[in-house]
């Protein structure tokens, strides 16, 4: 059974980094795609970054330039970091996982598994 488990969130002030991480267990992430998303209640799910089995990645316009996304396949793990986090980055951040993927997907609907999300609070 594969668990995604993200890790990281709390509470920042404006201006600040942050780094979230998601660790994958049940599968060799070496063959998984994950994708970064995040939900402010009342809004629709966000994308916000992708990366591929193979290292490639691609970021959303919310975060575009303003975070890195990369994985350490030996730890099983994918991370995003965001930088210079302003207010409206608060929001729950999940990690989804899809095994088999080629390509670089935004589309939630190919991510088989889902992490239980990590909050994140920027004060300003």
């Known amino acids: 059974q594969v668990q995604v488990v993200e890790s990281g969130g709390g509470s920042v002030q404006a201006g600040d980094s942050l780094r979230l991480s998601c660790t994958v267990s049940g599968r060799t992430l070496g063959t998984f795609a994950a994708a970064w998303f995040r939900r402010v209640p009342g809004k629709d799910r966000e994308w916000l970054a992708t990366?591929?089995?193979?290292?490639?990645?691609d970021y959303g316009e919310p975060v575009k330039g303003r975070a890195t996304v990369s994985r350490d396949n030996a730890k099983a793990t994918v991370y995003l970091r965001l930088v210079d986090v302003k207010p409206e980055d608060s929001a729950v951040y999940y990690c989804?996982?899809?095994?088999?993927?080629?390509?670089?997907?935004?589309?939630?609907?190919?991510?088989?598994?889902w992490g239980q999300g990590t909050q994140v609070t920027v004060s300003s």
């Open positions: 989804a996982a899809a095994p088999d993927l080629v390509g670089l997907s935004r589309d939630p609907i190919n991510y088989d598994y």
């Open positions: 990366i591929g089995w193979n290292g490639g990645d």
